[in-house]
């Protein structure tokens, strides 16, 4: 009776555990079907919004040897190939020789006459041609042309322009942008954060007033993030218009970051600086070295480990943080990553492309599987330097 | 104590949980979930006053924009709501109501036999309150290819708007009245706020527009239709989220004084089609049914 | 002489560089009183009788059951016990998953599963909450939704009570377990031994002996964990519904929290819609501070008594 009891409590503990792997997988097996097809290396170095081209393209015949294939609408004239896409019509193939690899721009500025970027997977929106009697006439997707249609008015008729688009829905922005807010959050917070453990930890006298800083500095951890968010864009603004920010900004959602990392960064540092041992410290003062030296020069090093864990931690965090965000950087996507303008991380990226007018589920998901590689990396880096120190320490 | 907690809750869900919904009877009638935007939207409130509606119920549910309506519907069965008819329905599993036997449609929004419309209006900022001369200038020019061109209007049906096209030029012709437009204007920056329904239709003239104007840039701020007028004329014309043009998908009203505007209109006509899942048996249905269905005085779809 | 200078330019450094250190410790102190100060004061601002968009009554505020913006009314008494109800349930979900799987960990899994399971936690806890939400919106809803069919129950799509009462539970299981994981690795080998030399079986000692042990800790973990889900928002926002009146107790009815009230339809900048948000988030951090006083009473005199024994 014991024994089964036994067992059947152990199994238990096993049905448990395995709860947690089963819920694990089943949301990695979500995201990877439903965002798998959407992730190219081209989303990387894609601009969220489309760039727009009004061209003009060299009507003149050429003799092509082409090598196409494939089943999409060919064009003679120009030896590219089209086909419908959804509502659109994109181009699959183009080739070599192709008059599309010379397109010259008709944008007024300092791009006129310039040879313009065409590639496979661009979209082809409207051409202005000359019909057979010579009158101007529209065609492409503003007439609802299909591919067909389009192949046979590119084939026949002489083409005044061309406007067509690039692809769309990168990430390179939102990276850059989720850079800059690491890099900037990092740089305030940590040295406010090692300043405060070394107080903490090692001018340690225990009176009413350090015990208040203690509590207060870990009540702050148990702040939501969306607080933080309210505070910071009534707080923290004032500061970044000093900046020249006119609107809510990556700035100051770094600035409000910083803040939010504070109690994450002075705990995971004040564990790091208990650890090293209290001899060495003792030993460097006995040896005439001041207060101040041993810590820079013994407590520190030896807590670097720690320190390190600590920031890969908060650059979790940052990644991860969406509400106080939402407050404090906006949502719109732009693709023109800068301090002091609207931006979205990352997280962000996400929440506003759900709680848009066509939230782009695929696109949503393919981000979120970056985001578990980085954090993934960044994890095992921790465990990594851990290992390593370990090993130095044994030594 | 934790244990006294845990059952009082468990008891408290259990009475909770029979209370609501049917227990399983095939001839039960499903209880129809009502869905309705924001109140900053235009699109509420041209469905609200087509349908004539006081108050709505408690028990609707609000979405964010015309996409999370359609995503939400999508998901519930039992579910009727609204959108634009700008918005494609194809593949997404739902379909359009015929209101009192008049298929939703271009033709029937243009011959006035569909009523549930509404146009999408723009206003603009007053003359010398932009950012810079030139600013000013192209948004005369946007605002001319908007309304007065074939292109444009051809750009704006092909997003869904629907637009007569009579007595629409081409716009080499309007081209000669803006000297904006031969100069680069990759510095200058169009901002626009106001209705998320207009989101399409506006994104695709601004795209298009923008290789014919010197390559400007654009930052669509849609948030809906009240905050069309308040960023360019009203409270938060010099707030943080000011903008340039602001739209709307209603009239403006008459608290909305566009008098002081450089220049307002309407650009085109959209109709609000009401939603439902396509599996469901009702095909038609009449305004007296959607006033009591969403003011909570009718239950069911049928 | 050298050496006098040299030490005393070392202890003005010293001076200095301690009072820096002093320094940035104020800083990051002071930030909780900021935002004590400026919740309190702009979340205080709608009540008081000069304010610009129209006062709002507080005992309304506070006791209302129904929160209707376009309507102007702004009760937010339900959302309270929604929110209350919404954590502690994913938190009796998600306690005895968290503990019997810590314990499972350091005590009865082999090494190398061990460490997998770990690997598992630590990649649990650090997927962004808007990770889970996109998460939630997909499946969890779907699963809601064939759990009511089952049961005859129809639901607004999935958005329910009870996908945020598993959303959060998942959310804070990683969080507990965690925690749980460092308290009973630290329960000491000898009571263990002594447990076994007893006659116990390894099964009854992890039970009985090591778990009690490890109460204190476990129980800590469970407070942050309760402190997780009360301010979760992202994700309970895209699951939850948002209804107009409450509170809700049935698991297939729509809910609201105060943090997914706080986060939706954010489009002012100004208004009363605006400040609201800002009494709700003092509300939310009344809420915090109280169950966190009262939860950590309940820890400390649990606590007693199992000393006394």
């Known amino acids: ?395 | 104590m934790k244990k006294i907690l845990i059952l009082g809750l468990v008891a408290l869900l259990l009475t909770g949980c029979s209370s609501n919904g049917s227990t399983g009877n095939e001839e039960t009638k499903q209880i129809v979930n009502i869905y309705t935007r924001d109140s900053a939207s235009g699109t509420r409130e041209a469905f609200e006053k087509a349908i004539d509606l006081d108050v709505i119920s408690n028990t609707a549910i609000e979405v964010a924009s015309n996409g999370d309506m359609i995503t939400k519907v999508k998901s519930d069965e039992n579910a009727i709501g609204y959108v634009s008819l700008s918005t494609d329905l194809l593949n997404t599993g739902l379909k359009a109501l015929n209101i009192e036997g008049v298929v939703p449609s271009v033709d029937t929004v243009l011959n006035d036999t569909y009523s549930m419309k509404r146009p999408f209006s723009y206003v603009t900022r007053a003359a010398g309150d932009y950012k810079s001369e030139e600013l000013q200038q192209l948004v005369v020019a946007y605002l001319d290819y908007l309304n007065n061109s074939i292109e444009g209007a051809l750009v704006v049906s092909a997003a869904g708007g629907i637009v007569d096209t009579s007595g629409k030029v081409a716009f080499s012709t309007l081209k000669g009245n803006h000297s904006i437009l031969n100069q680069d204007n990759s510095h200058l920056t169009i901002n626009t706020a106001g209705s998320t329904s207009v989101a399409s239709t506006l994104q695709a003239t601004l795209e298009a527009f923008s290789p014919m104007a010197g390559n400007f840039k654009f930052t669509m701020n849609q948030t809906g239709s009240s905050d069309g007028y308040k960023r360019v004329l009203g409270s938060e014309k010099d707030g943080v989220n000011q903008a340039d043009i602001g739209f709307a998908s209603r009239d403006f009203s008459d608290q909305e004084d566009v008098t002081s505007a450089l220049n307002s209109g309407i650009y085109c006509i959209d109709a609000v089609v009401v939603i439902v899942n396509e599996n469901s048996e009702v095909n038609d249905i009449t305004l007296d049914t959607l006033n009591a269905i969403y003011a909570g005085t009718q239950t069911t779809l049928k | ?309």
Not at chain 1, 56 to 75: M, P, Q, T
Not at chain 1, 251 to 263: F, S
Request: hydrophobic letters at 50%; one cysteine or more.
């Open chain 3, 1 to 309: 002489m050298n050496n006098l200078k040299t030490t005393k330019l070392n202890k003005i450094i010293d001076k200095v560089v301690s009072n820096i250190y002093l320094l940035m410790t104020l800083i990051s102190a002071s930030f909780m009183l900021i935002i004590i100060i400026f919740i309190l004061f702009k979340g205080l601002s709608p009540f008081m009788s000069n304010y610009q968009y129209g006062v709002v009554n507080f005992l309304d505020f506070l006791f209302g059951t129904q929160y209707r913006p376009d309507m102007g009314i702004y009760g937010v008494g339900f959302i309270i016990i929604n929110t209350l109800v919404s954590a502690l349930l994913a938190l009796s979900i998600a306690f005895p998953i968290s503990v019997l799987t810590a314990l499972f960990v350091v005590k009865i899994a082999p090494q190398r599963l061990s460490e997998f399971m770990k690997v598992v936690i630590d990649l649990l806890a650090s997927i962004p909450s808007i990770v889970y939400g996109v998460f939630a919106a997909g499946i969890i809803t779907k699963f809601t939704m064939t759990i009511a069919s089952m049961l005859g129950v129809q639901t607004y799509g999935g958005t329910s009570l009870l996908s945020v009462v598993i959303l959060l539970a998942i959310m804070i299981f990683p969080t507990i377990t965690s925690i749980s994981i460092s308290s009973i690795s630290s329960v000491s080998e000898d009571l263990q031994h002594a447990s076994l030399a007893l006659g116990a079986t390894k099964v009854q000692t992890n039970f009985k002996v090591v778990l009690l042990s490890a109460k204190q800790g476990i129980f800590a973990g469970a407070i942050l964990g309760v402190g997780r889900a009360f301010g979760e928002a992202t994700a309970v926002s895209m699951v939850a519904g948002n209804k107009m009146f409450g509170p809700t107790f049935g698991l297939f009815n729509t809910t609201r929290t105060l943090t997914s009230t706080m986060i939706a339809g954010l489009k002012e900048t100004s208004g009363l819609d605006y400040d609201i948000r800002f009494s709700i988030g003092l509300v939310l951090l009344i809420i915090i501070l109280i169950t966190n006083f009262g939860l950590n009473f309940i820890k400390n005199k649990v606590g007693k008594t199992h000393e006394k024994n």
């Open chain 1, 1 to 395: 009776m014991r024994k089964i009891k036994d067992y059947i409590l152990n199994a238990i503990t096993y049905i448990a555990s395995g709860i947690s792997v089963l819920i694990l997988g089943v949301l990695l097996v979500y995201l990877l079907v439903n965002g798998v097809k959407s992730i190219n290396l081209k989303m990387f170095s894609d601009d969220y919004w489309a760039k727009n081209y009004l061209v003009e393209v060299d009507s003149d015949s050429r003799n092509f040897d082409s090598k196409y294939n494939g089943d999409d609408y060919y064009i003679k004239k120009y030896d590219i190939a089209i086909k419908d896409d959804d509502k659109e019509i994109v181009v699959t193939y183009i080739g070599e020789n192709s008059q599309f690899n010379e397109l010259k721009s008709l944008t007024v500025g300092d791009s006129l006459g310039m040879i313009t970027p065409f590639d496979v997977g661009y979209k082809i929106e409207s051409i202005e041609y000359l019909d057979s009697n010579g009158v101007i006439s529209i065609g492409g997707v503003l007439l609802k042309h299909n591919a067909i249609e389009v192949a046979q008015i590119l084939n026949e008729n002489h083409v005044n322009s061309i406007y067509y688009q690039s692809t769309s829905g990168g990430i390179k922005a939102s990276i850059i942008n989720t850079l800059i807010l690491i890099f900037v959050s990092l740089l305030i917070a940590t040295p406010i954060s090692i300043c405060s453990a070394i107080y903490l930890n090692e001018y340690n006298s225990k009176n009413k007033f350090n015990q208040l800083l203690s509590v207060s500095i870990e009540t702050l951890a148990g702040v939501p993030s969306i607080i933080y968010g309210l505070v910071g864009i009534t707080v923290l603004f004032p500061v970044t218009q000093l900046f020249g920010a006119t609107t809510t900004s990556v700035l100051l959602g770094a600035l409000t970051m910083a803040v939010i990392l504070l109690p994450t960064m002075i705990k995971a540092t004040q564990v790091a600086l208990a650890q090293v041992d209290q001899g060495l410290k003792d030993a460097s003062l006995s040896l005439g070295a001041t207060k101040v030296q041993t810590i820079n020069k013994v407590v520190l090093p030896g807590a670097m480990n720690g320190i390190l864990s600590g920031l890969l931690l908060c650059v979790s965090k940052v990644i991860g943080e969406s509400a106080a965000l939402v407050y404090t950087m906006g949502t719109f996507i732009s693709d023109t990553p800068s301090l002091t303008n609207q931006g979205t991380s990352l997280s962000l990226m996400i929440y506003s492309i759900m709680s848009n007018d066509n939230p782009n589920f695929e696109l949503a998901c393919a981000i979120s599987l970056i985001i578990l590689v980085i954090v993934l990396v960044l994890n095992i880096s921790v465990k990594l330097i851990n290992y390593k120190f370990n090993k130095l320490g044994q030594r």
